[in-house]
């Protein structure tokens, strides 16, 4: 088992983690104010990190298919349910991105150039 710290840390760090990625990204697009913020928030919501997990799939190894798993039952104080399915993916994709970036650098970044071929970060 690859665990180390409890789910919710991983989460905790790993939302830290993609939101700098986004912001490293945004910055070497423009310097206006309006457009920075439109272009952080368009990348760092549940919606868009579910579709990052959906698009990193394939590429997990067993292990980390679990420990997505196990993140994405963990509980969440989001009470609607249509909602809910967005932010319970989104917090498998943070555990992940929080476990890279504490355990394996080279997978994180791994990821991160996969991120960029695609059309909403060129």
Not at 8 to 35: C, M, P
Not at 63 to 87: C, F, M, T, V, W
Request: hydrophobic residues 40%; aromatic residues 14%.
């Amino acid at each position: 088992m690859i665990e180390e710290l409890a789910l919710k840390n991983y989460a905790h760090i790993g939302d830290a983690v993609w939101e700098v990625f986004v912001r490293d990204y945004v910055i070497r697009k423009t310097s206006n104010s309006k457009l920075l913020h439109k272009l952080t928030t368009d990348r760092v919501n549940a919606t868009f990190q579910m579709q990052m997990l959906e698009f990193i799939s394939e590429d997990l190894t067993e292990e980390e298919k679990e420990l997505a798993r196990r993140g994405r039952n963990l509980p969440i104080p989001i009470g609607r349910k249509s909602i809910q399915h967005d932010y319970r993916l989104a917090t498998a994709f943070e555990v992940l991105t929080g476990y890279w970036y504490l355990h394996d650098k080279e997978r994180l970044n791994y990821f991160y150039n996969k991120f960029k071929t695609l059309e909403e970060f060129k």
